[in-house]
């Protein structure tokens, strides 16, 4: 199959064998977990389960308030010890409350009946994955069964994991190809693509082996592996669609504008287990790694568990550990404690020591070198939007793409000046969107006045007429009364006239 190539990118040294060496393991569940209602895209979760009510495992205890939300679930039995307010120190979009649950007892919600993924129609096959809180396990976070809502010519399973420490669907990959592949199958299905591309980066030898044997075992010539070259940020959507299809999702647009639909490969899993097993979202591979940790490894981790508890499992902290991180080193989000915990789009938790940090306050002035326009995958000019961002001329750089930044952090670090480009970026994006809010709050209390406005006069208009019509009425009466009167006086007069007659 040919391959194209993306604009920008890095090849970055790899750190996948750090983990790889620690094999998948099935982490304890720990005594409470901490289950944000907000673990994607949309609005929060709502709660279905009260404090002090017991719970079995794979009960419901949030569910969706609206199309791009999505349904929680108890990954353990135990009660619910509270709904606890959200974390300020928290990441932003991580600050939400959460439900605290105590891990105890061991009984199950009898799983959903399995549905035959082969004959099942698409709709309930759909239903049955929003049912069970599927959303993308990739990091986006966005609901699947929305995803799946329209249909495409071909679906992407995308196994190119790109940020050089996370392991985590090559451990998938390695450890569970079939139920992948099954997976995609069942997913090209319900959106009726006929073909299905597995992606997977060609640093990833095992997995790529175990995918191709489950292909041949399951693909039915549906499903073909495509092994893709390690660059950074290749597991982006429109990065991996142009590697593919030489063809590039427009500025401002979908993949589904070019009939394609990107899935990540444990999202493929998910899906299948909701369907052919009846079992909701209730845990996800995360790698644990960097030189801050003892074991690095891959671990089944119930969502909702502790950093803190996940760390243990992989040996502890080591002298080294300087910073944390959720995600990758190019884009995940700094931590400021442990006592985070994982969600459904997180894949990575990162150890840092001081070799793998910037030494702070090392940021020099641009010096218009342009590097970053070279390694910049999404054809931005990063220098330029910097400008605009400092500026605060923030409607040019959203003119200029600012809203197309993946925030891959590669114009980062390709700047020789060490100026952090991205988090201007994020910056400036997050001002936008609360000044859209902003503009509309400001929008809807002008509608509110104006309408207050419109009614009060409308209501002046009316009392003013009303009391015309009661004078009009008034001086009628008054009309009528004089003209009784003249006739009486008439009539007086006429008698006394027929008399003088
Ligand atoms: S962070 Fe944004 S501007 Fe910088 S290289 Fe990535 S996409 Fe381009
Ligand atoms: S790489 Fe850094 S120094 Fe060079 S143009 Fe971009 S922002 Fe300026």
Known sequence: MRLHSFPGGLRLPGHKDASRAGGLQAVPMPPELHLALQQHAGLPALPCVLPGERVARGQCLARADGEFSADLHAPCAGRMLAIAPGDPSAPPGRQGAHLVLACEGDDTVAPWPALDPATASPDALRERIRAAGLVGLGGAGFPTAEKLSVGRDLLVLNGAECEPWIACDDALLRHHAEEVVLGGRMLARIVGAPRVLLAIEDSMPEAL??????????GEGVVEVVSVPTIYPEGGERQLIRVLTGREVPRGGLPRDLGVIVQNVGTARAAWRAVAHGEPLLERIVTVTGPGVARPGNFIVPLGTPVSHLVAQAGGYTP????????????GLALPHDGFAIGKPDNCVLVLGDAELRPAGDEMPCIRCGDCASACPARLLPQQLLWQVRADRL???????????IECGCCDLACPSHIPLTAHFRHGKSELRARAVETER????????????QRLQREAAEREQRLAERRAGAASADAVAAALERARARRAAGTEGGTDA
């Open 395 to 405: 409607d040019d750089a959203r003119e200029q793409g600012l809203f197309d930044c």
């Open 320 to 331: 080294q550990a300087r910073r944390l991180l959720l995600g990758g080193p190019m884009m």
């Open 442 to 453: 400001a929008h809807a209390a002008r509608e509110r006045y104006e309408t207050r406005l």
């Open 209 to 218: 082996a175990a995918a191709r044997a489950a292909c041949d075992a399951h």
